[in-house]
T-cell receptor, first 114, second 109 residues
Framework: DTAVSQTPKYLVTQMGNDKSIKCEQN?????MYWYKQDSKKFLKIMFS???????INETVPNRFSPKSPDKAHLNLHINSLELGDSAVYFC?????????????FGPGTRLTVL | QKEVEQNSGPLSVPEGAIASLNCTYS??????FFWYRQYSGKSPELIMF????GDKEDGRFTAQLNKASQYVSLLIRDSQPSDSATYLC?????????FGSGTRLSIRP
């Protein structure tokens, strides 16, 4: 019944490794997002997809690569992990990409890079 | 200048009182404004959204918008301990949502 789900919930890994986070929404929404929330709780958008098409790509290192196999899924792959990548990553979805959209957030993935 | 600014707090309010949370934004063209609540270790959840100048009430919550002053606020009446959380102001700008850094609210019994 979970509307927006993410796996894994926790991820602890060494510097230099490659890891992926998966996100799925069962709300029938067209638009999905990845956000990064740092230790100061600042929530910043990274990417947005609308119907599998990339529509927002913020200034994010190209070690981060999103992939949307269908409109219900948006995965995030991170290459060559760095200490500064440690954060909570939230997936979110909204009905469409237009204005006035409520965003529904997943439970978050806490990434710790050692 | 940050795009969406909030006082980080903590804001301490006695139980039963009114909590007032404030937010300013820089993009005059913004049309949609949101308040999200985030409990520690949890994900943000939407409490209120407002599009027009003035007040919008929903239960104990009232959102206030003043586009001329680029100011949006959230009032929580009859504050309860369960209202203790971080409140994120979010503003739609250039087709994306920009979040403030949040105000931590603590309701003391």
């Amino acid at each position: 019944d979970t509307a927006v789900s993410q796996t894994p919930k926790y991820l602890v890994t060494q510097m230099g490794n490659d890891k992926s986070i998966k996100c799925e929404q069962n709300l029938g929404h067209d638009t999905m997002y990845w956000y990064k929330q740092d230790s100061k709780k600042f929530l910043k958008i990274m990417f947005s997809y609308n119907n599998k098409e990339l529509i927002i790509n913020e200034t994010v290192p190209n070690r981060f690569s999103p992939k949307s196999p269908d409109k219900a899924h948006l995965n995030l792959h991170i290459n060559s992990l760095e200490l500064g990548d440690s954060a909570v990553y939230f997936c979110a979805s909204s009905p469409h990409s237009g204005s006035g959209n409520e965003q529904f957030f997943g439970p978050g993935t806490r990434l710790t890079v050692l | 200048q940050k795009e969406v600014e909030q006082n980080s707090g903590p804001l301490s309010v006695p139980e039963g009182a009114i909590a007032s949370l404030n937010c300013t934004y820089s993009d005059r063209g913004s049309q949609s404004f949101f308040w999200y609540r985030q409990y520690s270790g949890k994900s943000p959840e939407l409490i209120m959204f407002i599009y027009s100048n003035g007040d919008k009430e929903d239960g104990r919550f009232t959102a206030q918008l003043n586009k001329a002053s680029q100011y949006v606020s959230l009032l929580i009446r009859d504050s309860q301990p369960s209202d203790s959380a971080t409140y994120l102001c979010a503003v739609e700008s250039a087709s994306k949502i920009i979040f403030g850094s949040g105000t931590r609210l603590s309701i003391r019994p």
